[in-house]
């Protein structure tokens, strides 16, 4: 099996070691091998990254905006090749995959012409025969460190907005997905990234990470993952006045009231809480539902529950994959046996399941009758567990839905305007949904909480630019 390379100075170059990466629905199934780096490599893409910058930031958004729409395309003629691998790496279904790769491809294309429309602004200065100019700049070397729920469009949403407006890339990858993001290396490559531009670094957290976040010429910090990698990362950088962003967990409620309509709830609850087998910050992991539907409610998901597939991620029927990797399984199942303890219900699922492969499956779990202390209410699981907390009524529900340290996403189904509109003005997160599930977003809008779950400035859409430029206000005397 050959060895994919890392790709630093416009160079594919070898490791310090190796890591396999492995299919979690079928662990005979190595989908490749890749190369990991140490630290003296990290620090040589970095240098790489630092010497590109002077050329790159002043290249043009001509130049930038082509680039940017040769990779999208690229990514989008490879979308089913591409989501075929994100399924064998990561185990989301095949359709789930090809769709995250469409959004990669949908990323790119949107800066491309995102960096057109960057502008600033000329206001007469207060001092007469004076004008101020404010304008944006790139900000220099940013380090992106992402996580393996979405190998492709998370470097994505990161990697476009950097490379747009004119700033040098060093990206990190999870250890366990590094097929996707050595695939849209590939691409960015072909696609004419000048040298040094953009490098792969592919590598342990702790080694690669670590680098990347202490390095003096890594003027900004990108990262995607654990609220306990993430407060560690911001101490460092901010201890050494780099610009940080955060993405990171989420508790998120969805609310069903009693109005709801039953059917909207149920595909609410369910694609939020199980799809992607639950391995999304914007999880609904906590359904809050109001007395006089909470039996109809619970009862609907459960049949809905039982029609799922769980399976191989290739096969067409498959609703739901497997759990990433043996450590995180462990931990669904820890949680369900805590929920459990604490004094919850379980009415569905939540045990591993053996299938034809040997591979890191589970039962989707539903547990009902919970209360807001249990820790199952308290701390994200990342994956297919979903609880149940009965509310009064609404204003109840929504001080629920607000009772956790998070606040990334939160959901409502009612077909009351009043109580919509209440929620929207009153949910403590970044982004609410009003009859749809709490994830799945669009990408030309900001992502982001409030919160544990963010910190920093938002991602995607035109609210990017915040992060990846800087501002300069120029004082000119006519
Ligand atoms: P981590 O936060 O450990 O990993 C996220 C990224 O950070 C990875 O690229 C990882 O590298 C890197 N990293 C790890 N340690 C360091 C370090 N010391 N310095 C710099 N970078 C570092 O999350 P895990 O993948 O371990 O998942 C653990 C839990 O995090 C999950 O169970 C889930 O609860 C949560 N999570 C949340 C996500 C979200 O989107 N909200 C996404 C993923 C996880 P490496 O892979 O090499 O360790």
Known sequence: MTIKRNYIAGEWVEGSGTTRNINPADTSDIVGEYATADAEQARAAIAAAYAAFPAWSQAGIQQRSELLDRIGQKILDRKQELGELLAREEGKSLSEAIGEVGRAGQIFKYFSGEVL??????QPSVRPGLEASVTREALGV???????????????????????YGNCVVFKPAELVPGSAHALTEIIVEAGIPAGVFNLVMGPGRVVGDTIVNDKCVDGISFTGSVNTGRNIAAAAVGRMAKVQLEMGGKNPLVVLDDADLDTAVECAVNGAYFSTGQRCTASSRLIVTEGIYDRFVEAVLERLKTLKIGNPLNPETHIGPVVDERQLQQNLKYVEIAKEEGGNLVFGGEQLQLETDGF??????????????????????????????????????????????????????????????????????????????????????????????????????????????????????
Do not use: C
């Open 361 to 478: 499956f589970q039962q989707p779990a539903l547990i009902i009758d919970t209360t807001p202390e249990m820790r199952i209410n308290r701390e994200e699981v990342f994956g297919p567990v979903a609880s149940v907390i009965k509310a009064r009524d609404y204003e109840h529900a929504l001080e629920l839905a607000n009772d956790t340290e998070f606040g990334l996403s939160a959901g409502i189904v009612t077909q009351s305007l009043k109580h919509a509109t209440h929620f929207k003005r009153h949910a403590q997160a970044g982004m609410v949904m009003v009859n749809v599930p709490t994830a799945g977003v669009d990408y030309h809008v900001p992502f982001g909480g409030r919160k544990g779950s963010s910190y920093g400035s938002r991602e995607q859409g035109s609210y990017a630019r915040e992060f990846y430029t800087t501002v300069k206000t120029a004082y000119t005397s006519a």
């Open 117 to 122: 429309q960057l502008r600033g602004d000329i």
């Open 142 to 164: 940013i380090g992106m460190i992402t996580p393996w729920n979405f190998p492709i469009a998370i470097p994505a949403w990161k990697i476009a907005p950097a490379l747009a």
